[in-house]
């Protein structure tokens, strides 16, 4: 085991003050509150945080990749406590405050498309996603949606009804809203057709063009097509290079795309949103986590002509773009660019990937490594052979993590996901994934001898 500069871990975990706050937490706040481990913070700063019994971790899962910036980033923190002195809350759904017009001239500049574009916020992803699913049958008078298999776009009853990733997430709520088509995802590595990618040429459009535009999903009836550039809880998979594009026949029957960008976007795929790794052009894009580093704000932004569909009080958020977020949002847009972190995200993720690769030509329970940026995924299996998934391996293997000094969390049932903030130094990024080796050699080693 090597030494350790960043990630310092004391005594048995949790400590006794952590063990003490998980007791309470499980007291008083919903069990509906799934946690991967019993790490209590005390503080963060940058991509290093410390938990309430004074262990230092290295952080590659920033809040749920949340804290683009990193945490308490001073320029943020500035410009939070400068607002916080001018006024907390006013409500743009009745008046106005001149910061929102300016963080709104910047996302309209940064979303694709050389268009006019209008901007509607809430606070979090799901109410996005809400705002997306309202405001596309507004516009095309339609009320079917398209969505894909492993998709996740948020627990709220709309946002729910496009999800299918688990199905512990609607458990107990159905039935949701009517209308919603899942199509399968064109998962390459777990081909749902079991052919392998590039010599199937996209057989997976011309399956959804025959198997349900052909045959039950009246493609005028339909309002949008929800998709992830990238999946998040389905696993960390990108999509194949041209498949949005060869979607876009959806387009001329006139499908709105509503690009989800609450977890690719912000930087975090070395982009500023993960579909323009695709060549497409949204006709709206959601976003929300990494856009104002930790305080709540979303965003759903799209053409004006269908932006202005909407009429006065037909949607609103009364804490939905609150100054104090907006400032935060403005200061992250300043940091990301000052600070060049698009190019960070790209160069210290590129090496990653790279050793990540490297690792998985050296343990069997490496099924796949994938992604973009610093958005990582690491698919772990029974071997490579079956690519049985190994969903108590990618436990085990956070898990020693976390006893280590390493913050790192699965997406979907088996993958191990890599989403640090966009400014981590790569002295400390090295020292997580020498940790994160630690965890699979040995998890490796394990699984070989049962």
Not at 271 to 296: C, L, N, Q, R, W
Not at 357 to 363: F, P, S
Request: aromatic letters at 10%; proline letters at 5%; one cysteine or more.
């Amino acid at each position: 085991m090597k030494a350790r500069r960043f990630a310092k871990i004391s005594g048995k975990l949790p400590g006794v003050k952590a063990a003490a706050v998980v007791k309470k937490t499980a007291e008083f706040v919903s069990p509906s509150i799934a946690r991967f481990y019993p790490l209590a913070v005390e503080s963060a700063h940058g991509s290093l945080v410390k938990d309430v019994d004074g262990n230092q971790f290295i952080d590659f899962a920033a809040g749920i990749a949340v804290l683009s910036t990193g945490s308490t980033h001073p320029k943020v923190v500035q410009a939070i406590k400068s607002q916080a002195e001018k006024f907390v809350h006013f409500s743009y759904t009745d008046f106005y405050y001149e910061n929102l017009v300016e963080l709104s001239k910047r996302l309209v500049s940064l979303v694709p498309g050389d268009f006019q574009k209008m901007v509607y916020y809430g606070n979090s992803g799901a109410e996005a996603i809400e705002a997306a699913m309202k405001l596309t049958r507004n516009y095309t008078k339609r009320t079917t949606y398209l969505a894909h298999s492993g998709a996740f776009h948020g627990r709220t009853m709309g946002a729910l009804s496009l999800t299918a990733s688990k199905p512990i997430q609607r458990k107990g709520s159905l039935p949701l809203i009517p209308d919603v088509v899942h199509f399968p995802f064109p998962y390459c590595y777990r081909c749902p057709w079991k052919q392998s990618f590039p010599e199937c040429d996209y057989y997976c459009v011309d399956y959804f063009k025959e198997q349900y535009l052909e045959k039950f999903v009246p493609v005028d009836e339909v309002a949008a097509y929800f998709f992830e550039p990238v999946q998040g809880e389905g696993g960390y998979v990108p999509a194949p290079p041209e498949y949005f594009k060869k979607m876009e026949f959806l387009r001329k029957d006139g499908v709105l795309f509503v690009d989800d960008e609450i977890q690719t976007g912000v930087g975090r795929t070395g982009k500023f949103f993960g579909i323009e790794h695709f060549g497409i052009v949204p006709d709206v894009v959601t976003i929300a986590k990494g856009i104002a580093s930790g305080m709540p704000l979303s965003a759903t932004v799209a053409k004006a002509e269908v932006m202005g569909s909407w009429k006065p009080g037909q949607h609103a958020s009364t804490f939905g773009a609150n100054p104090i977020a907006v400032e935060a949002g403005l200061a992250t847009l300043d940091v990301i660019k000052s600070e060049r972190l698009l190019e960070n995200a790209k160069s210290v993720g590129g090496k990653a990937k790279k050793r990540l690769v490297e690792m998985m030509a050296k343990y069997e329970i490496i099924g796949d490594v994938r992604g973009m940026g610093l958005f990582l995924g690491v698919e772990i299996v029974k071997d490579k052979l079956s690519k049985k998934r190994g969903e108590e391996e990618a436990k085990q293997i956070i898990d020693y993590c976390f006893h280590h000094g390493l913050l790192a969390i699965t997406a979907g049932r088996n993958t191990v996901r890599l989403i640090p903030p966009l400014n981590i130094p790569e002295e400390v990024m090295d020292e997580g994934l020498d940790i994160l080796e630690e965890a699979i050699a040995t998890v490796n080693a394990a699984s070989s001898k049962a």
